[in-house]
């Protein structure tokens, strides 16, 4: 009994002193490296993977043609940038890769940005200035998200997943962009990483 009791205290002693090391530190899910880029964006101007650094973004893929979870998508990361403007966040972006940058011109981009009620444009960055083939792997290795072009249609099929990814350019957990969107987990995380970061 004395034993038990002893392991009892040593084991609630380990787990405080591991609680108080990690308190404050942001968790995520995984830890991918987004590879190295430099797309153009809505207005015409070039934005690389360096131009983020130093920042937390958020990223989606969506394409302006899309019949299905774009335009839900589109909506509720507008609703998210509301809440994140709330809570007082302002050290952010928010990147989207077009996954048809055959039809999506920089000038296709502003239009559907237009589209929606954004809080800050100034923090959006439409992304495009790549072929098919280079979306697509570039989805895989920074976000082990597939990209596939139906060569019957004008869609393209695309996960529905928005990503954080901390000062560094690493990915660093996923959400669902879609359907059961965790709004105040999401901006919570947002806060804690840009905390952790200063």
């Known amino acids: 009994m004395k034993k038990l009791l002893a ?4 084991a609630l002693a380990a787990a405080m002193l591991l609680g108080a ?3 404050g530190k942001f968790k995520g899910d995984f830890n991918w490296e987004v590879q190295s880029f ?3 964006d809505q ?3 070039k934005v690389s993977l360096d131009d983020l650094k130093g920042e937390v973004w958020l990223a989606q893929f969506v394409f302006t043609n899309c019949t299905s979870v774009c335009p839900p998508m589109m909506y509720n990361m507008t609703e998210l940038q509301d809440r994140i403007k709330a809570k007082g966040i302002e050290d952010y972006k928010i990147v989207s890769f077009s996954v048809d940058p055959d ?6 981009l502003q239009e559907y940005l237009d589209m929606f009620e954004v809080a800050d444009e100034s923090k959006w960055e439409m992304l495009t200035g790549y072929s098919q083939d280079e979306i697509s792997k570039f989805s895989v290795k920074s976000f082990k ?3 596939i072009d139906d060569p019957n249609s004008d869609q393209v099929t695309h996960g529905t997943s928005f990503f954080l990814v901390d000062q560094e350019g690493h990915a660093v957990k996923s959400y669902d962009g879609y359907v059961d969107v965790p709004f105040d987990i999401i901006t919570e995380d947002m806060a804690a990483l840009i905390k952790e970061g200063k």
């Open 43 to 45: 207005h015409g101007e």
């Open 103 to 108: 039809h999506d011109t920089p000038e296709a």
């Open 21 to 23: 090391c990690n308190a």
């Open 145 to 147: 998200l597939p990209v």
């Open 7 to 10: 392991f009892t205290v040593f």
């Open 38 to 40: 430099e797309y153009t």
